[in-house]
């Protein structure tokens, strides 16, 4: 197959223990500079991925963030899909019993109620600096904007976690989509998006000669599911949930032995 693009998940697929880039996937993916296009497909916030892009020599492509909710070809907006804000308002209503965190992006800003424990780790593990604000106070400037969130982010005890989710389930399930990458964690975004509705949109408004037949794609999580399914080449890395690999093509080692880097060698280089 004549695959001209590569689409890859960030964490717990691209990054190491450290959540760091490791030297093998540095030089993997430049090496494949004008021959494969390569698109960094993430959760993250669009901040969060520019460095990376910069360390991996391909800070012109485009990016596609929070799981699809937002694709930026560098200044240009391809596609932006936010959370209505009945949804946030319900959110915040029911953390307000609970401990847990709760943090809203918009574009490429992102919002705290303060700096705890879950904000610092956050802020840590993706090198970005959160905006501390109350969430009454982020939501009335959405409103004023006449914006959205692109993600809300929810995280704290498993127990409240798991009481949040069926809450937000039981009287939005026809608006979002939430992910659970762990039992700690509750990714959420609009309904109509996903990595894959991502990729369809960007290749029609920028790589129009490329088909999903053309795509190698990479991921570890839910989230990257209906991706891997349905390109050319879809691959899980060992470290990926059961569900994933059940569904992917092929098989690499995990993100902490360079998985992908492995296997763009051996499909490109050897």
């Keep these: 197959m004549n695959y001209n693009m590569i689409c890859t998940d960030i964490d717990g697929t691209l990054l190491d223990k450290n959540r760091e880039l490791s030297t093998a996937t540095i030089n993997s993916i430049k090496g494949l500079d004008e021959i494969i296009e390569t698109i960094l497909i993430s959760s993250r916030m669009p901040s969060a991925m520019y460095h990376l892009q910069e360390d991996l020599n391909i800070k012109d492509k485009p990016i596609i963030a929070y799981n699809g909710g ?40 992102w919002y705290v109620p303060e700096f705890d424990y879950w904000a610092n780790r956050e802020a840590n ?34 127990n409240e976690i798991d009481y949040l989710y069926k809450k937000l389930e039981d009287l939005h399930a026809d608006e979002i989509i939430l992910y659970r990458s762990k039992d700690t964690y509750i990714e959420i975004a609009h309904r109509s998006i996903s990595k894959l509705t991502a ?30 399914s349905k390109v050319g080449l879809g691959v899980a890395v060992e470290n990926s949930k059961q569900a994933v690999k059940q569904v992917a093509d092929d098989l690499t080692e995990s993100n902490f032995n360079d998985g992908v880097a492995n296997y763009i060698n051996k499909i490109f280089f050897d």
């Design 70 to 109: 937002l694709i930026l070809d560098q200044d240009k907006v391809l596609s932006s899909t936010t959370i209505p804000n009945s949804v946030l308002e319900a959110a915040i209503g029911l953390v307000k019993s609970t401990s847990i965190h709760l943090s809203l992006y918009q574009n490429d800003e």
């Design 125 to 158: 593990n993706t090198k970005v600096k959160p905006q501390r604000q109350k969430l009454e106070d982020t939501l009335a400037l959405f409103k004023q904007r006449d914006l959205g969130a692109h993600k809300i982010m929810c995280m704290g005890d498993a």
């Design 199 to 228: 990729i369809n949109t960007l290749i029609k408004a920028k790589y129009p000669e490329t088909k999903l037949d053309n795509i190698v794609a990479f991921g570890d999580n839910y989230n990257d599911i209906e991706m891997l």
